[in-house]
């Protein structure tokens, strides 16, 4: 599969001087999802206490939200009017706090068995290899887990990953080039901010709202 996101080439002297800090932040930032995880037990990010909210922002001031951005809406992102792409990064980054980080409650492993390799070819991915709990047929499972961090020039922030095979924006560009062949970029903002808050409000408050609907029809 060949990458939706080109990265800009680092200069030698960049390359030298990032290219052995990026294991440490990626470290850094596999322990916050970890330690987030035993706290969210399959949350959303609004179910945290203040110190899961510290490592949601922790994790988030890693992540560059603007370059994943670009990536998921490819050559559609520089025809959007600047009020549009703030919009767009503020609610990706709030799907991902909310839906994506909390999953880490899965990441079986502690920090200090999971194994991170600097890739030899490309000196701003960190391949992880750690365990998983999957659910299968009814049974939650263990099974491994391979995903690679890819830190922008300067090696300080993540701009995309790969998770079992695939790009996190490759994923995401799909998504968005069926929707923008039947909608406006305008009309799928909306409606990722009524999936969120469904997610948001959680099971319990469509429970209400079943129960008051109900008792009005009575």
Do not use: C
């Not at 987030?36 to 399959?42: A, D, E, N, R, V």
């Not at 179910?47 to 490592?55: A, F, I, T, V």
């Not at 922002?57 to 994943?68: K, N």
């Not at 390799?117 to 750690?130: G, I, Q, R, W, Y």
Request: hydrophobic share 35%; proline share 4%.
């Amino acid at each position: 599969m060949t990458p939706v996101f080109a990265q800009v080439k680092p200069t030698q002297e960049a390359v030298k001087s990032t290219s052995s800090d990026v294991v440490t932040r990626a470290k850094g930032f596999v322990s916050d999802l970890i330690a987030l995880g035993k706290i969210s037990k399959g949350g959303t990010a609004l179910d945290l206490s203040p110190e899961g909210k510290k490592l949601v922002e922790s994790l988030s001031t890693g992540v560059d939200f603007e370059a994943l951005a670009r990536s998921a809406l490819g050559s559609k992102w520089d025809a959007l009017k600047p009020a549009v792409k703030n919009d767009f990064m503020s609610t990706l980054r709030e799907t991902i706090e909310t839906v994506l980080y909390p999953r880490a409650h899965r990441i079986s492993a502690p920090l200090n068995e999971i194994q991170f390799t600097k890739n030899s070819s490309k000196p701003m991915n960190v391949l992880a290899k750690t365990k998983f709990e999957a659910e299968k047929e009814g049974e939650i499972v263990e099974r491994d887990l391979e995903f690679e961090l890819i830190f922008g020039t300067g090696g300080k922030k993540i701009v995309d990953a790969w998770i079992e095979g695939e790009l996190v924006s490759a994923n995401l560009k799909r998504q968005f080039d069926q929707a923008l062949q039947k909608k406006t970029m305008e009309q799928i903002l909306e409606q990722m901010k009524k999936r969120l808050s469904k997610v948001q409000a959680g099971p319990s408050s469509a429970k209400k709202k079943e129960k008051a609907s109900g008792e009005d029809s009575k």
